[in-house]
């Protein structure tokens, strides 16, 4: 990750609408990154979860056909 530019109080004085945007600028950038990392990591969560009901799924199924096959004969 590169570093992040930093402003200095002289510049800060000289001109604080323009550092207090940058500043919010990049809590945006901040927020906007956490979040999609977040996200990213909840969706191979849920992933991984839908998988695992899947194979649950099948197997439960495949249990109930047999068990509707033995009730038939």
Do not use: C, H
């Not at 992933?47 to 056909?65: P, R």
């Amino acid at each position: 990750m590169p570093a992040l530019p930093t402003v200095s109080f002289k510049e800060f004085v000289k001109n604080p609408i323009v550092a207090m945007l940058f500043i919010a600028l990049m809590a945006i950038g901040y927020l906007y990154i956490d979040n999609r990392t977040t996200l990213t990591n909840q969706i191979k969560d849920l992933q991984e979860e839908v998988t695992t009901i899947k194979k649950e799924y099948k197997e439960l199924n495949d249990e109930f056909k047999l068990t509707l096959k033995e009730l038939n004969k």
